[in-house]
């Protein structure tokens, strides 16, 4: 059972009058893979801003398990490091990093050898009896995939893994990506399924720890007036845009094995694109929450492979300007192939057949290099009926838009038409509109923070369940088949710093509609 209280062995005033939180039950975590820049760029600033909010279970500790060798102070010094450099809450408290340091300490060991698990086991232990953290403990798999399955092994062998029915309790996180394609994916699921109980296995997804991303639930379902017009009978169509400034980053190995339809599609967009379409959950727990989602991406229409250039469209990136800095094209990349036919845009199509969304498009496309960095979903709804105006006025007239931006100046508007002042009927359309910065005057946790403090509290209504990850899977991989047919030999180019490729214009051009300029 979690516990109800508002103390942690770290001291901490920002944690008055946060009683009323949640404190998970004392625990360790062992990061595999913690020399890697995930540890660095996000775990590690993410649980000590967790500290600074109070919000960590007394003696909470972190272990290291990595490859590379070096002493306990050696990784705490990069810990301290990563901290100073990424942490969301800055200045550092000094005195708070140096109690969360002793927490710390590194294991140099093997994935595949069982004598590092049983140096493991003691380090574990000796945090139990140490620190109190009474056998619970967080595995975090932030490895390159193919160790996740023998890391789960070994944990397992070694009884690492306590039973659902023993008191103490073991979570295990794995990072993504989950597979390469659906065969893949369900086959990590089945392996991971022989050492562990599904209410142990926490697949994660950080677009879902975003603030915005769970705000689209409370939008949705705790105001009334959405949810009526919320289907075909009102909206047009869906775009779900995910630009990124940034290339590919030192990632070329993984990147253009990869490409943008497995890097952002299958997970982050696909998830977005659930919980907009998904049907009201009866509670907002787990289980109840998951499975409307699954039902919605079940509910994809599947694509056949001669379809799939009909609905895709990719891109790649050739040298341009980026916000003022040169960058070289995606082929000159380092650990890049130069003939690669890798996609760093992707625009799609997809339809869900069910009564609410029959005909209505969802537009999706996400791309490394563009313009800008912007994430939003827009709904469009369709034009008034009949607006009683003159010819001239009304051509000027815009559908409705909600759009829902994710980041950065989250927040919500509405596009309207509205009267231009003056003698006579001009219109222009204008945004009512919240945003987050004003409404809120506090800045959001990193979805990190959110995610790894529900993990710790066993409470995994923000992660995707088994079938949701294969339901996923399933149109990524008809269209991933698709591709691999068609066997071409480059690529539609656009310079980076541009919107993508003109095809993608073309492709939404066809439909009578144009994508937004977010
Ligand atoms: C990751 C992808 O999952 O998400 C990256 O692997 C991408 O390629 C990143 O840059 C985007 O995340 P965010 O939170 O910066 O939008």
Known sequence: MEQQTSHSTIDNPLREGLSLERLPSPCAMVIFGASGDLTRRKLMPALYDLALEGLLPPGFSVIGFARSAKTNDEFRSEVRESIRQFARRTPIDEGLLRNFEEGISY???????LDDYNRLSEELDRLDRERNTRGNRVYYLATPPVAYAEIAGNLSHQNLVHSLNDERWTRLIVEKPFGHDFNSAKELNETLLQYLAEEQIYRIDHYLGKETVQNMLAFRFANGIFEPIWNRTFIDHVQITVAESIGIENRGGYYDQAGALRDMVQNHMLQL???VSMEPPPAFDADSVQDEKVKALRSIRPIKPDEVDHVTVRGQYAEGWVMGNPYPSYRDESRVDPQSVTETFVALKLFIDNWRWAGVPF???????????????????HKAPHPPFETSVTESLEPNVLAIRIQPDEGITLKTNAKVPGPSMRLRSVNMGFLYGTSFLVESPDA??????DCMLGDSTLFPRRDGIEASWEPITQILEGWERSGISTLPMYPAGTWGPDEADDFMARDGRLWRQP
Do not use: C, N, W
């Open 107 to 113: 294991i140099s060991g093997d994935f595949s050898s």
């Open 273 to 275: 694109m659930s919980l």
């Open 363 to 381: 537009y999706l496309r996400t791309g490394k290099h563009l313009p800008r960095r912007v994430s939003e979903i827009a709904i469009q709804f």
């Open 448 to 453: 990190y923070e959110r995610l790894l403090l």
